[in-house]
């Protein structure tokens, strides 16, 4: 069972940045896909970022192109979401999620992915 932990949430005006950081355990992080999510109120939970086990591959929704970047660091078992320029649009509860293996094909669909973590907040205020 694999467990993952947020953090680097937090409040920040539109134009900041954040680093989201999620810390994975299990011995297997270096060989699996890793992706973000995020959920604001009343919405429906939605694909960010995507990078596949060994980070050849990174995948972005439209609105975050240019502005967030996510990595990962094998040494630490942590994945990284740097967020630049901030807009209150950002505003979620971001998730960590790990897939079951190296990529997928469906990096946007939530069932393609074996783990979550618990979540952390980012409010972006105008």
């Known amino acids: 069972q694999v467990q993952l932990v947020e953090s680097g949430g937090g409040l920040v005006q539109a134009g900041g940045s954040l680093r989201l950081s999620c810390a994975a355990s299990?011995?297997?992080?270096?060989?699996?896909?890793m992706g973000w999510f995020r959920q604001a109120p009343g919405k429906e939970r939605e694909f960010v970022a995507y990078?596949?086990?060994?980070?050849?591959?990174?995948t972005y929704t439209e609105s975050v192109k240019g502005r967030f970047t996510i990595s990962t660091d094998n040494a630490k078992n942590t994945a990284y979401l740097q967020m630049n320029d901030l807009k209150p649009e950002d505003t979620a509860v971001y998730y960590c999620?790990?897939?079951?293996?190296?990529?997928?094909?469906?990096?946007?669909?939530?069932?393609?992915?074996?783990?979550w973590g618990q979540g952390t907040q980012v409010t972006v205020s105008s």
């Open positions: 999620t790990q897939s079951g293996s190296t990529s997928t094909y469906t990096p946007t669909r939530p069932a393609s992915y074996a783990y």
């Open positions: 299990g011995r297997t992080f270096s060989t699996r896909a």
């Open positions: 990078i596949s086990g060994g980070g050849r591959t990174t």
